[in-house]
Nanobody, 120 residues
């Protein structure tokens, strides 16, 4: 499974940004993670391809929305009301098992990451 993430950039606090992740084949679900400098990679959100069940980290609930386009094998991460603490490299990953998980160990395939910088 190959994943290609894109859409990152430099934005100001309060702005919006949409990330995309195109996959070569669908597994059970797809997750977004992020990693800031000097910090561990952390879970952001995930979605199942079938049924579109979603799961969000508390830190992004109400600001970020994950959705998928099955015909395009693409999952999107719509980010709104961005804060400086959202600055990180964002990675998409395909699930290893038939479950939505916050753990990086439960994701078998990873994209290359896209940088999001929120700064005034």
């Amino acid at each position: 499974v190959q994943l290609q993430a894109s859409g990152g950039g430099l934005v100001q606090p309060g702005d919006s940004l949409r990330l995309s992740c195109v996959v070569s084949e669908r597994t059970y679900g797809l997750g977004w993670f992020r990693q800031a400098p000097g910090k561990e990679r952390e879970f952001v959100t995930a979605i199942t391809w079938s049924g579109g069940v979603t799961y969000y980290a508390d830190s992004v609930k109400g600001r970020f929305t994950i959705f998928r386009d099955i015909a395009k094998n693409t999952v999107y991460l719509q980010m709104s009301s961005l804060k400086p603490e959202d600055t990180a490299v964002y990675y998409c990953a395909a699930s290893r098992y038939r479950t939505l998980s916050q753990s990086t160990y439960d994701y078998a395939y990873w994209g290359q990451g896209t940088q999001v910088t929120v700064s005034s």
